[in-house]
């Protein structure tokens, strides 16, 4: 996703918790053409973090335009079996760090009734899956969350920030190694690449819910 908003000539500011997996991801931004590249480390689950390092952001780079919550974990545990400890890592990075986004970029937005928040959440947050049971909370938290604010900056008259929600099926990356689907040709595992184009058309035309594939707009309506 980097890379296709860096193709735009955008302003990036990168955070991760994994230093040289940002570095290299940098890299390729700038490779793509992105105007400026900034990188911190931040563990987005701690909210003291987030306050700090936008802070810095906003010192050294200026107010956030476009903010795109993008962290995620997984425990592919059952309920039962899954650690208490990992079932609070787990909203914490998937839900509890979009309050901690938000409540730092989003002052500037509203001062200046413009941009962009984009939710990367998952048809999870739509649509319970055995198994998932602490990933699907933390998505459906997600998705909620997105949408309560969306609906608060629209009343208050704030219509010039946007909303994006993105709720994907699964997609073939490391958190979901090994995943299969029963109907691959209703529910395809998608390629990221795609995703990352389908959300940045997302964004750039302000769409409000991005459900892929299109068949999840069917089974969320039919729940």
């Not at 890379?3 to 997996?21: K, R, S, Y």
């Not at 941009?115 to 990933?135: E, F, K, P, T, W």
Request: neutral net charge; glycine residues 8%; aromatic residues 8%.
């Amino acid at each position: 996703m980097a890379q296709e908003f860096a193709a735009l000539g955008t302003v990036l500011v990168l955070w991760d918790i994994n230093q040289e997996g940002m570095k290299e991801t940098a890299q390729l931004a700038k490779q793509s053409g992105a105007s400026r590249v900034h990188y911190y480390l931040c563990d987005c689950s701690d909210k003291n973090e987030v306050y700090r390092v936008a802070d810095q952001v906003k010192r050294e780079v200026g107010d956030v335009s476009i903010l795109v919550n993008n962290a995620g974990i997984v425990t592919g545990k059952k309920f039962m079996d899954a650690p208490d400890s990992l079932i609070e890592k787990t909203m914490e990075v998937n839900t509890m760090a979009h309050f901690w986004t938000y409540k730092a970029f989003l002052p500037a937005m509203i001062a200046n009734n413009h941009g962009h928040l984009v939710s990367i959440a998952s048809s999870a947050g739509l649509i319970g899956v055995n198994g998932l049971a602490d990933y699907c909370a933390s998505k459906f938290g997600a998705v909620g969350f997105a949408e309560s604010v969306g609906l608060e900056l629209l009343a208050t008259g704030k219509d010039g920030i946007k909303t994006t929600i993105v709720c994907p099926y699964f997609i073939n990356t490391g958190m979901f190694d090994g995943c299969q689907t029963k109907w691959p040709t209703l529910l395809p595992i998608l390629n990221p690449d795609y995703v990352a184009k389908k959300i940045i058309h997302g964004v750039l035309t302000d769409q409000v819910y991005l459900l892929l594939p299109k068949s999840i707009y069917l089974i969320a309506a039919l729940k």
